[in-house]
């Protein structure tokens, strides 16, 4: 109960509002004193429900703000993450699809199983964009992959804008009791 008294106020609210309505204040502050008092494995389970919440395309779409937003690191541990669980089969098939090309494709012939920062940082978003929904669409565990790594960069996680934090917000009042 410890972490939660300094934010059972905030959990209430959200547990409270309707899936798209987020009480009134600054979600962005909220969120902040969230993920200062949680432990990182309840703040990827709300990360996990605002990056599964749209399905595939939704999914890639904030993988790849993510992505666009991280620094040369961040960049690599999600193009490791989407090549780490999606495996050979499905590299392979994305090779085989209209967005098989570009830096990506041209790893994964090499036969690249992960990238460092610097390559990760030369790779354009949209190429993200197409391996992250070929690989939700092949494998929706990436989603809880993904928010189990993202889970430690909370700043981060802001960029993907006040919706997306109130569904975090709110999945974590869910799975704790105040």
């Not at 389970?45 to 749209?54: E, I, P």
């Not at 090309?101 to 199983?113: K, P």
């Not at 700043?155 to 917000?169: D, E, M, N, V």
Request: net charge negative; aromatic share 4%.
């Amino acid at each position: 109960m410890g972490f939660l008294s300094s934010i059972g106020g905030i959990l209430e609210q959200y547990a409270g509002s309707g899936a798209a309505a987020a009480p009134a204040g600054n979600v962005e502050e909220h969120f902040d004193q969230v993920a200062q008092n949680v432990p990182c494995s309840s703040l990827a389970t709300g990360l996990a429900a605002a990056l599964g919440g749209g399905g595939s395309s939704g999914f890639a779409q904030m993988a790849t703000q993510l992505f666009a937003n991280g620094n040369g690191g961040q960049q690599a541990s999600m193009i490791n993450t989407l090549m780490s669980t999606a495996g050979p089969e499905i590299l392979q098939s994305f090779l085989g699809g209209s967005a098989g090309g570009g830096a990506i494709g041209s790893l994964i012939q090499n036969g690249q199983t992960s990238v460092s920062p610097d390559e990760a940082a030369a790779i354009p978003p949209e190429e993200v964009q197409a391996l992250a929904e070929h690989v939700h669409s092949n494998n929706p565990s990436i989603v809880d992959r993904v928010s189990e790594v993202y889970s430690e960069h909370p700043t981060l996680i802001k960029s993907l804008g006040a919706a997306a934090l109130g569904i975090a917000i709110k999945r974590i009042s869910e799975t704790h009791q105040w």
